[in-house]
Each structure stands twice: as C-alpha cells, then as structure tokens.
C-alpha cells in the first residue's frame, strides 16, 4: 500500500514536500514514481526513481525545480518541490512498480496512493 502525504496550500515560489509511505511487501524491490492530476487534465508523469535509487527521471514541466529522493529505512519516497507555480496545482499521487521505472503511461503503473493535494496560488 501507498500513502501520500505532505501536501497542503502555498504561494507561487514556496517550497513543499512530499512523502510516500510504502507498507506491505517492503520485503520487494520496487520502483517508485509521481503522478499529478488538475482538474480537467490527463494524468500528468512528474518524476521517478529505481528502486535504489541510483536512477532518478523528471518531466519537463518541473526539471530543475523537482527532485525526488527515497528513505530505504523508512520505506518512504519524498518529493521535493521547489520554486512551485500556480500551474503545479494539482493532485499529486505516488506510485510504485517492479518493473517500470520511467513511464509516462500511468497504467504501466502497478500500485497507486490515494493522492494529495497541492495547491499553490499567484
């Protein structure tokens, strides 16, 4: 199971945090990634990482201001959001997957969170 959390109503240029708590088989090596949805829009790639780490992808709309990192201890994916837009408001969901670890395709994506929601105002 995931769960995400951390999100929360901001002004244009804050900086937030995102975390994903995984719970069940921790005992499995699984790749994780975001998600954001606005209303009346796709589901939006944000970032993703290899299960160890050592990988990390960023979409376009956020390089540079993102940044994704993983607690291996805590079993928890943080995102980091820096310099946020009103254009990054949005519900921001986790994912995770054995064997996907960049796709834009969220149904190549086994595992979902509930989401949290980002809001960030001009």
């Known amino acids: 199971q995931l769960q995400a959390f951390g999100g929360g109503v901001v002004q244009a240029g804050d900086s937030l945090r995102l975390s994903c708590a995984a719970s069940?088989?921790?005992?499995?090596?699984?790749?994780m990634g975001w998600f954001r949805q606005a209303p009346g829009k796709e589901r939006e790639y944000v970032a993703s990482?290899?299960?160890?780490?050592?990988?990390?992808y960023y979409g376009e709309s956020v390089k540079g201001r993102f940044s994704v990192s993983k607690d291996t201890v805590l079993y928890t994916m943080y995102l980091q959001m820096n310099s946020l837009k009103p254009e990054d408001t949005a519900f921001y969901y986790c994912?995770?997957?054995?064997?996907?670890?960049?796709?834009?395709?969220?149904?190549?994506?086994?595992?979902w969170g509930q989401g949290t929601q980002v809001t960030v105002s001009s």
């Open positions: 990482m290899t299960w160890d780490g050592l990988l990390k």
């Open positions: 069940g088989r921790t005992d499995k090596k699984y790749h």
């Open positions: 994912a995770a997957d054995e064997h996907v670890y960049f796709s834009r395709q969220p149904t190549r994506w086994d595992y």
